[in-house]
């Protein structure tokens, strides 16, 4: 069963897929025909939030959505029946995913009227739900990964539910709206810098339950990698660190509980499992550090490292290996002190954790865990063959530069950067392969557009050299490459890179040579390395693909289906439907 299936199956007032490429309509899907309004055009090809999804819609601050709610269930023209005047004693709930891309301070539309101040808003990393001068607050945990919100009005109460847990919740008391209208909207940011992507918005006319809820975030249609590179005689690196040999870890609060830190100032919350600031009755700024020691065992060889937490809004990390200079970590990075070329034979690592709230009334950062490893030659196997990925040495300029993998498999489409390989400082790396190769499939996301190359291989014997690049002016340099498709659709004509790629987004990227290649594949590499990227779930294949192949590849990772039309007609076979179970069979023209 599809997501928007799975959503339509709860009788939603008004359902937006946001995923019409022009014009400037945005259809309701729910049969009611609460059709909305594109204000300031459509951005394209922009990955989906949600599976079966065709495009992510960007806000910015001058792109908006507006989607009233004035039909009723049977598309009558009515008042929207919730959240008025006349309907105080009517439950409903708002839902939404979004990927926050703010980074100002004031109070930005995700999914509400901002004239009434009634819906689901975004504040310093908080998720607010208004209901004209009530407010109820949710820090999120981490913002670098989409969400799934809901909030939710049942007379009584007002409740957040965040990526498919109750989050927090307010008594109400004869609660009266005193709005006439309302009219929801996606946007606009307060700020030209700030954007979000949104998606799959929907409006019910009653409070769903946490079991509701559940479902749809935890619901994925898309087809793990590997189903989808094996058939095809790929081989796949999914990329994250438990097949990766660690001589040595030390985490929070597997090692060392959580409780242990605890202070006036800081509390163990026992539900959610996790340290964070105590919320106060009062507005204050506050600013709480925890200092701890770790000793690293001397008799391990150790040459790389990695410190990765999951609480990063609010709180950061530094280290020191004399308790005294103390050194900024970045989440999922090396540990600055046992950098690969830089390690320290130092054996006392001290860390300085501090969590800081500018409102200790509603900002509230916490912190679930923290870990730390330790490797020696960090080396990645495919799951299905002996080939390998690890960092360039010996290369002039990569001796001292770092690669680090995920530690656990998020889903493609949670946009989580916590997941794959993080190139740092302008690392490179590189697989060794003793295959013919004809096409290679990753996903990218760039942290700029400085000269980069995302694939390189050298010659070897009868087999070609490749190399897909571009330099600081944006000028993209192809060699043997008769391909290149991103996100499904074919780009191998653009010369700018900026044509191609946008820095900070995510991106299905697929690239084909003109001939076989073999030996070693260089990415994110140009002599002294390229910017800090992001790679996922590396695939390559002994046969050329075509643009057929290409966009199927990229809608089964999207968790879309293909569908092929030729002169009027549809032509199906089992491959060419979703099958969900005995009642559904979606049928869908393009």
Same mark, same amino acid.
């Given at each position: 069963?599809?997501?928007?299936?799975?959503v339509?199956?709860?009788?939603?007032?008004?359902?937006?897929?946001?995923?019409?490429?022009?014009?400037?309509?945005?259809?309701?899907?729910?049969?009611?025909?609460?059709?909305?309004?594109?204000?300031?055009?459509?951005?394209?090809?922009?990955?989906?939030?949600?599976?079966?999804?065709?495009?992510?819609?960007? @806000?910015?601050n001058?792109?908006?959505i507006? $989607?009233?709610? !004035?039909?009723?269930?049977?598309?009558?023209?009515?008042?929207?029946?919730?959240?008025?005047?006349?309907?105080?004693?009517?439950?409903?709930s708002?839902?939404?995913?979004?990927?926050?891309?703010?980074?100002?301070?004031g109070?930005t539309?995700l999914?509400?009227?901002?004239?009434?101040?009634?819906?689901?808003?975004?504040?310093?990393?908080?998720?607010?739900?208004k209901?004209?001068?009530?407010?109820?607050?949710?820090?999120?945990?981490?913002?670098?990964?989409?969400?799934h919100?809901?909030?939710t009005?049942?007379?009584?109460?007002?409740?957040?539910?965040?990526?498919?847990?109750?989050?927090?919740?307010?008594?109400?008391?004869?609660?009266?709206?005193t709005?006439?209208? =309302?009219?929801?909207k996606?946007?606009?940011?307060?700020?030209?810098?700030?954007?979000?992507?949104?998606?799959?918005p929907?409006?019910?006319?009653?409070?769903?339950?946490?079991?509701?809820?559940?479902?749809?975030?935890?619901?994925?249609?898309?087809?793990?990698?590997?189903?989808?590179?094996?058939?095809?005689?790929? !081989?796949?690196?999914? @990329?994250y660190?438990d097949s990766?040999?660690?001589q040595?870890?030390?985490?929070?609060?597997?090692?060392r509980?959580?409780?242990?830190?605890?202070?006036?100032d800081?509390?163990?919350?026992?539900?959610?499992?996790?340290?964070?600031?105590?919320?106060?009755?009062?507005?204050?700024?506050?600013?709480?550090?925890? =200092?701890d020691? =770790?000793?690293?065992?001397?008799?391990?060889?150790?040459?790389?490292s990695?410190?990765?937490?999951?609480?990063?809004?609010?709180?950061?990390?530094?280290?020191?290996?004399?308790g005294t200079?103390?050194?900024?970590?970045g989440?999922?990075?090396?540990i600055?002190?046992?950098?690969?070329?830089?390690f320290?034979?130092?054996?006392?690592l001290y860390?300085?954790?501090?969590?800081?709230?500018?409102?200790?009334?509603?900002?509230?950062p916490?912190?679930?865990?923290? $870990?730390?490893?330790?490797?020696?030659?960090?080396?990645?196997?495919?799951?299905?063959?002996?080939?390998?990925?690890y960092?360039?040495e010996?290369?002039?300029?990569?001796?001292?530069?770092?690669?680090?993998?995920?530690?656990?498999?998020?889903?493609?489409l949670?946009?989580?950067?916590?997941?794959?390989?993080?190139t740092?400082?302008?690392?490179?790396?590189?697989?060794?392969?003793?295959?013919?190769?004809?096409?290679?499939?990753?996903?990218?996301?760039?942290?700029?557009?400085t000269?980069?190359?995302?694939?390189?291989?050298?010659?070897?014997?009868?087999?070609?050299?490749?190399?897909?690049?571009?330099?600081?002016?944006?000028?993209?340099?192809k060699?043997?490459?008769?391909?290149?498709?991103?996100?499904?659709?074919?780009?191998t004509?653009?010369t700018n890179?900026?044509?191609?790629?946008?820095?900070?987004?995510?991106?299905?990227v $697929?690239?084909?040579?003109?001939?076989p290649? !073999?030996?070693?594949?260089?990415?994110?590499?140009?002599?002294?390395?390229?910017?800090?990227?992001?790679?996922?779930?590396?695939?390559?294949y002994?046969?050329?693909?075509?643009s057929?192949?290409?966009?199927?590849?990229?809608?089964?990772? @999207?968790?879309?289906?293909? !569908?092929i039309?030729?002169?009027?007609?549809?032509?199906?076979?089992?491959?060419?439907v979703?099958f969900?179970?005995?009642?559904?069979i979606?049928?869908?023209?393009?």
């Amino acid at each position: 069963m599809s997501y928007q299936l799975k959503v339509i199956q709860d009788y939603p007032i008004g359902f937006w897929t946001l995923d019409e490429l022009s014009g400037t309509s945005a259809f309701d899907i729910s049969g009611c025909s609460n059709n909305g309004t594109y204000t300031g055009g459509i951005t394209t090809g922009l990955i989906p939030l949600v599976s079966g999804g065709a495009n992510g819609s960007l @806000i910015t601050n001058t792109k908006y959505i507006t $989607l009233p709610v !004035t039909k009723d269930y049977y598309g009558s023209t009515a008042d929207g029946g919730f959240a008025d005047t006349n309907s105080s004693d009517n439950q409903f709930s708002l839902e939404l995913w979004m990927y926050p891309k703010i980074t100002t301070t004031g109070l930005t539309t995700l999914f509400a009227d901002p004239v009434t101040n009634i819906g689901i808003f975004y504040e310093k990393g908080n998720i607010v739900f208004k209901l004209e001068a009530e407010r109820l607050d949710y820090t999120l945990p981490n913002i670098s990964q989409s969400h799934h919100i809901v909030a939710t009005y049942s007379i009584t109460e007002m409740s957040l539910y965040v990526d498919g847990k109750f989050a927090t919740s307010k008594p109400l008391t004869n609660y009266k709206f005193t709005n006439d209208t =309302v009219t929801l909207k996606l946007g606009p940011t307060g700020n030209s810098a700030d954007s979000f992507i949104a998606d799959a918005p929907a409006v019910y006319r009653y409070a769903l339950g946490l079991d509701r809820i559940i479902e749809h975030y935890t619901y994925s249609g898309t087809t793990s990698p590997l189903q989808i590179s094996y058939p095809d005689g790929g !081989t796949l690196f999914e @990329i994250y660190d438990d097949s990766v040999s660690k001589q040595f870890n030390f985490a929070y609060p597997a090692n060392r509980p959580l409780e242990y830190f605890a202070t006036d100032d800081l509390i163990y919350n026992t539900e959610e499992k996790c340290l964070e600031i105590k919320k106060t009755a009062t507005a204050a700024s506050k600013s709480v550090v925890v =200092v701890d020691a =770790v000793a690293i065992p001397a008799g391990f060889d150790l040459d790389s490292s990695k410190i990765e937490w999951n609480g990063d809004n609010g709180v950061s990390v530094r280290t020191s290996i004399d308790g005294t200079t103390w050194q900024a970590c970045g989440n999922g990075k090396a540990i600055p002190q046992f950098k690969l070329g830089s390690f320290s034979s130092e054996r006392t690592l001290y860390l300085e954790i501090t969590f800081t709230s500018s409102d200790t009334t509603k900002f509230i950062p916490r912190l679930h865990t923290l $870990l730390m490893c330790f490797y020696k030659d960090q080396v990645l196997y495919s799951p299905s063959n002996p080939e390998y990925v690890y960092t360039i040495e010996g290369t002039s300029g990569f001796a001292t530069k770092d690669i680090t993998f995920g530690r656990i498999k998020y889903p493609i489409l949670s946009r989580q950067k916590l997941n794959g390989l993080t190139t740092a400082d302008g690392a490179g790396f590189k697989i060794n392969t003793t295959q013919s190769i004809r096409t290679v499939e990753f996903f990218l996301t760039l942290s700029d557009l400085t000269a980069n190359s995302i694939l390189f291989s050298g010659a070897d014997g009868n087999f070609v050299s490749a190399r897909y690049s571009w330099t600081n002016a944006g000028t993209l340099n192809k060699s043997n490459i008769s391909a290149i498709y991103v996100n499904g659709v074919d780009k191998t004509s653009q010369t700018n890179v900026s044509s191609v790629f946008t820095a900070n987004e995510l991106y299905h990227v $697929l690239i084909v040579t003109s001939g076989p290649i !073999t030996g070693v594949l260089l990415f994110n590499h140009i002599v002294t390395g390229g910017p800090s990227s992001l790679y996922q779930y590396i695939s390559y294949y002994p046969s050329a693909f075509n643009s057929t192949l290409a966009l199927s590849h990229y809608n089964m990772h @999207i968790g879309r289906s293909a !569908t092929i039309a030729d002169d009027s007609s549809i032509t199906l076979t089992e491959n060419s439907v979703d099958f969900y179970d005995n009642d559904w069979i979606v049928l869908q023209s393009i």
